[in-house]
């Protein structure tokens, strides 16, 4: 059968890449900010377990001169870091969410 053929309509393509390049760059920016979001998480992180190791393993464990007191205050340290690591991954995904 014979097909009708629309007319070109320039503005409708225009809105319509328009849209596409809108999207788009929101994507870019929500993907960076992501991004930062995690890289500001890990340097937290980092600053709290440095915070702990000092505040444990060397404050107390190290200072104590106790083999047994060193152990447990690694354990201890290694609690805290994953305790927060846990907790700060289930903040953000639950923020994310």
Same mark, same amino acid.
């Given at each position: 059968?014979?097909?009708?053929?629309?007319?070109?309509?320039?503005?409708?393509?225009?809105?319509?890449?328009?849209?596409?390049?809108?999207?788009? @760059?929101? $994507?870019?920016?929500?993907?960076?900010?992501?991004?930062?979001? *995690?890289?500001?998480? #890990?340097? =937290?992180? /980092?600053?709290?377990?440095?915070?702990?190791?000092?505040?444990? @393993?060397? $404050?107390?464990?190290?200072?104590?001169?106790?083999?047994?007191? *060193?152990?447990?205050? #690694?354990? =201890?340290? /290694?609690?805290?870091?994953?305790?927060?690591?846990?907790?700060?991954?289930?903040?953000?995904?639950?923020?994310?969410?």
């Amino acid at each position: 059968g014979a097909r009708r053929r629309r007319a070109f309509d320039f503005g409708e393509v225009m809105v319509h890449q328009m849209i596409h390049t809108i999207e788009y @760059v929101l $994507g870019c920016i929500s993907n960076t900010a992501s991004y930062l979001r *995690l890289w500001a998480l #890990s340097l =937290a992180h /980092a600053q709290l377990s440095e915070v702990f190791w000092e505040k444990t @393993v060397i $404050g107390i464990g190290v200072e104590g001169s106790d083999p047994m007191l *060193l152990f447990v205050c #690694s354990f =201890a340290w /290694a609690c805290f870091t994953v305790g927060v690591l846990m907790g700060m991954e289930s903040l953000s995904a639950f923020l994310h969410a």
